[in-house]
């Protein structure tokens, strides 16, 4: 519910402008890749993924960066909507690993109309 | 399709109580997650299920357990609550082996306060 949000940090962007979200992701051997988005009182609601093949990926209107190299991922929103304001998290994954999913800590994005 | 189905929405226990929690995954998905969400950890993963057998276990303890039954449908149960038990609990399902790599479709979680 809406203690998800608590003790997260905070992104605060005006409506239009383009988002980064940021993650530093844990395991070198990670091959898979998923932002998910979590609204109040929701589970988390897939956004896009991406495989570690790849360093780009596009949706609609959002993309996916992958640095292997420093194990970094980052979320890129353009043109932010107040709906986008939620929680965002990544989450990796390591084929055969013993978790179906591994979940980073969260960041919250407030969008300013 | 129907996405995925968690009940109950809220639940109020005592410390020692047990409770059981219930998911229903999306229609052909075989594969089911459990997660537990709290402000101060995050998702923590719990255990996988896939046809019926617990297939992977996160580091919690013996307190919590599972199952999965043949239609795909998974309950996941509590025992001797405790007032860290207080959590958001997410159940997630995939389509196919666990070993792949593939998105998890989350339902709406189970609001458990243990009083």
């Known amino acids: 519910g809406e203690s998800v949000g608590l003790h997260l940090p905070t992104l605060s962007v005006q409506e239009g402008d383009n988002s980064i979200i940021n993650c530093a992701y844990s395991n070198s051997a990670s091959d898979y890749f998923i932002w998910y988005k979590q609204e109040s009182e929701k589970g988390p609601q897939f956004i896009i993924d991406?495989?570690?093949?790849?360093d780009k990926r596009q949706g609609q209107r959002v993309t996916v960066l992958l640095n292997k190299t420093v194990k970094h991922l980052s979320l890129q929103i353009a043109a932010t909507q107040p709906g986008d304001s939620a929680v965002y998290f990544c989450?990796?994954?390591?084929?055969?690993?013993?978790?179906?999913?591994?979940f980073g800590k969260g960041m919250k994005l407030t969008v300013n109309p | 399709k129907a996405g995925v189905t968690q009940t109950p929405r809220y639940l109020i226990k005592t410390r020692g109580q047990q409770v059981t929690l219930s998911c229903s995954p999306i229609?052909?998905?075989?594969?089911v997650s459990w997660y537990q969400q709290t402000p101060g950890q995050g998702l923590q993963f719990l255990f996988e299920y896939f046809s019926e057998t617990q297939r992977n276990k996160g580091n919690f303890p013996g307190r919590f357990s599972g199952r999965q039954f043949s239609n795909s449908r998974s309950e996941m149960n509590v025992s001797t609550l405790e007032l860290g038990d207080s959590a958001l609990y997410l159940c997630?399902?995939?389509?196919?082996?666990?070993?792949?790599?593939?998105?998890?479709?989350f339902g709406s979680g189970t609001q458990l306060s243990v009083l």
């Open positions: 229609s052909g998905h075989r594969s």
């Open positions: 997630a399902s995939s389509l196919g082996h666990p070993a792949t790599n593939e998105k998890l479709f």
């Open positions: 989450a990796e994954n390591m084929a055969g690993g013993s978790e179906k999913l591994v």
């Open positions: 991406i495989r570690s093949n790849m």
